[in-house]
């Protein structure tokens, strides 16, 4: 199985500030990678897929990058309700499998 | 609207088993593949498996984690998707969500998720 490695686990920033979470693949893995946001009590939601591709309807403050083993999530202009969790997904291969999670708190 | 909904969750003593329904709405349920993903309390996101579509012979992969124990399926007819899970532990206690890849395989729609309580 291929191990998802997410970075910070957890994050302070404030309002308007801007965060970077990593997630490693333990094998190389192109650009079969997509990024969740996950509010407590409610079910995921696609942000970003294929590494860098903006999901509809996601406000253009999130991008991602990377490819093979190392990628990114970078949040803009931190808004309020960017303050939650964030998992990483690879579908390069099966089992599909998550990162631990990175939870954003404000400072 | 595309909607998810899952039901069948609820309290199963260590050792039972438990069979999910998730049904859908909204969109060509039978051109898609369907998974499963999990959450424990307090933890992260764990897929569970897969099925693809009929054009895909309903096809199934699984997670290491719970391969042999789960199995997958589903019924086009009524836009159903089930998850029958067998020999359940305490661990296997967890929020089950029933989600939609996109065509780029990625989870685009998510239920609300049903809880699993795992106690005797």
């Known amino acids: 199985d291929i191990q998802l490695t997410q970075s910070p686990s957890f994050l302070s920033e404030s309002i308007g500030g801007r965060v970077t979470i990593t997630c490693r693949a333990s094998?190389?893995?192109?650009?079969?990678l997509g990024w969740y946001q996950q509010k407590p009590g409610k079910a995921p939601k696609l942000l970003i897929y294929?590494?860098?591709t903006l999901q509809a309807g996601v406000p253009s403050r999130f991008s991602g990058s990377g490819s093979g083993t190392e990628f990114t999530l970078t949040i803009n202009r931190l808004q309020p309700e960017d303050f939650t969790t964030y998992y990483c997904?690879?579908?390069?291969?099966?089992?599909?499998?998550f990162g631990g999670g990175t939870k954003v708190e404000m400072k | 609207e595309v909607q998810l909904v899952e039901s069948g969750g609820g309290l199963v003593q260590p050792g039972g088993s438990l069979r999910l329904s998730c049904a859908a709405s909204?969109?060509?349920?039978?051109?898609?593949?369907m998974d499963w993903v999990r959450q424990a309390p307090g933890k992260g996101l764990e897929w569970l498996g897969r099925?693809?579509?009929?054009?895909?012979?309903?096809?199934?992969e699984y997670a290491t984690s719970v391969k042999g124990r789960i199995s997958i399926s589903r019924d086009d007819s009524h836009n159903l998707l089930f998850l029958q899970m067998n020999s359940l532990k305490i661990d296997d206690a967890a929020v089950y969500y029933c989600?939609?890849?996109?065509?780029?395989?990625?989870?685009?729609?998510w239920g609300k998720g049903t809880t699993v309580t795992v106690s005797s």
């Open positions: 094998q190389g893995i192109s650009t079969h």
């Open positions: 997904q690879q579908r390069s291969s099966y089992p599909v499998t």
């Open positions: 099925v693809r579509n009929k054009a895909n012979a309903y096809t199934t």
């Open positions: 909204g969109f060509t349920f039978s051109d898609y593949y």
């Open positions: 294929a590494a860098s």
């Open positions: 989600t939609r890849p996109n065509n780029n395989y990625y989870m685009d729609i």
